[in-house]
């Protein structure tokens, strides 16, 4: 039981979405693995948020 007390907490591994106010909001971007819902009303961006993000992750090589 000491074992697991003694080892550093784990690394959360983040998945930067490319647009910097919102990566420092995140801390750094999208957790990897998480689950997220963008939700607003008709014209507030959501489609262009979540292409933007794929452009700037597909750009990065992911």
């Given at each position: 039981?000491?074992?697991?007390?003694?080892?550093?907490p784990p690394t959360l591994q983040r998945i930067p979405?490319?647009?910097?106010?919102?990566?420092?909001?995140?801390?750094?971007?999208?957790?990897?693995?998480?689950?997220?819902?963008?939700?607003?009303?008709?014209?507030?961006g959501k489609t262009i948020l979540a292409n933007q993000?794929?452009?700037?992750?597909?750009?990065?090589?992911?």
């Amino acid at each position: 039981m000491s074992e697991l007390a003694d080892q550093p907490p784990p690394t959360l591994q983040r998945i930067p979405s490319g647009i910097a106010g919102l990566d420092r909001i995140l801390h750094g971007g999208f957790l990897k693995g998480g689950t997220y819902l963008i939700m607003g009303p008709p014209g507030a961006g959501k489609t262009i948020l979540a292409n933007q993000f794929c452009f700037n992750h597909i750009a990065a090589g992911g």
